[in-house]
Antibody, heavy 121, light 107 residues
Framework: EVHLVQSGAEVKKPGESLKISCKGS????????IGWVRQMPGKGLEWMGI????????RYNPSFQGQVTISADKSISTAYLQWSSLKASDTAVYYC??????????????WGQGTLVTVSS | EIVLTQSPGTLSLSPGERATLSCRAS???????LAWYQQKPGQAPRFLIY???SRATGIPDRFSGSGSGTDFTLTISRLEPEDFAVYYC????????FGGGTKVENK
C-alpha cells in the first residue's frame, strides 16, 4: 500500500528556519512527482510546488517561488519543504501528496497526514 | 492562472438527500482536467474524481462528476452520514489550482 508519512508538528519563532519532511513507501519513489499543498487556518488548499525525485526537477507556484525550497533525498525516499526565515503568515498545515504517474494525471493521491507549522513570537 | 469558484459556500442538507456542488473556472479547463476531493475536519483531503467524471478507486457510486469547459458539478446522489465534509475541485493543467471549497453540513 502506498503511504506518505510526514514529520510532526512544529512551533517556531519568526525568523527561524525549518525543514519538514514527507517519506514515501509502497511504491517507486523516484517514479512519481511529489507536491506540497498549504492550508492556512480555516482556509482552502493552495498548490505550492512539486518535485520529481528521479532527477530533482522542481516546479513552483509563482506565489511561493523564492519563499520556500522543495527538495528530495531519493536514497531515503523523502521529500522536503523548507523555509530560511519563517513569518507568522506561514502558520498553516502543509500536506505532501503524490501526483499521478503520467503527465496527464496531475491530480494528487494519496496525501500525507499533514504537518502543522505554527509561527509565533 | 485558472481561478476556480465553488458554490454554494455551504450546503445544508439531511442524510438521504441529494447534494449538487458547482465548480466554475475562469477559463476553459483543458481536456476536462478537473478533480474533486473530500476533506473532513482534521484529516487530509481524499481523492474522489478525476477527468471531471471518473471515480477514483474505491469511491462509492453515489459520487458522480459531470461537466466540461468551464462548468463542473459534483453530485452525491443520497447523502450518507460520513459524506458531511468540505469538497474541493482542482484543475490539473499546467499549473494546478484549487477552488475555495463547499461545505456540506448536516441540516
Amino acid at each position: 500500500e502506498v503511504h506518505l508519512v510526514q514529520s510532526g508538528a512544529e512551533v517556531k519563532k519568526p525568523g527561524e528556519s525549518l525543514k519538514i519532511s514527507c517519506k514515501g513507501s509502497g511504491y517507486s519513489f523516484t517514479s512519481y512527482w511529489i507536491g506540497w499543498v498549504r492550508q492556512m487556518p480555516g482556509k482552502g488548499l493552495e498548490w505550492m510546488g512539486i518535485i520529481y525525485p528521479g532527477d530533482f526537477d522542481t516546479r513552483y507556484n509563482p506565489s511561493f517561488q523564492g519563499q520556500v525550497t522543495i527538495s528530495a533525498d531519493k536514497s531515503i525516499s523523502t521529500a522536503y519543504l523548507q523555509w530560511s526565515s519563517l513569518k507568522a503568515s506561514d502558520t498553516a498545515v502543509y500536506y505532501c501528496a503524490r501526483k499521478g504517474l503520467l503527465s496527464t494525471q496531475n491530480w494528487f493521491d494519496p496525501w500525507g497526514q499533514g504537518t502543522l507549522v505554527t509561527v509565533s513570537s | 492562472e485558472i481561478v476556480l469558484t465553488q458554490s454554494p459556500g455551504t450546503l445544508s442538507l439531511s442524510p438521504g438527500e441529494r447534494a449538487t456542488l458547482s465548480c466554475r473556472a475562469s477559463q476553459s479547463v483543458s481536456s476536462n482536467y478537473l478533480a474533486w476531493y473530500q476533506q473532513k475536519p482534521g484529516q487530509a483531503p481524499r481523492f474522489l474524481i478525476y477527468g471531471a467524471s471518473s471515480r477514483a478507486t474505491g469511491i462509492p457510486d453515489r459520487f458522480s462528476g459531470s461537466g466540461s469547459g468551464t462548468d463542473f458539478t459534483l453530485t452525491i446522489s443520497r447523502l450518507e452520514p460520513e459524506d458531511f465534509a468540505v469538497y474541493y475541485c482542482q484543475q490539473y493543467g499546467r499549473s494546478p489550482t484549487f477552488g475555495g471549497g463547499t461545505k456540506v453540513e448536516n441540516k
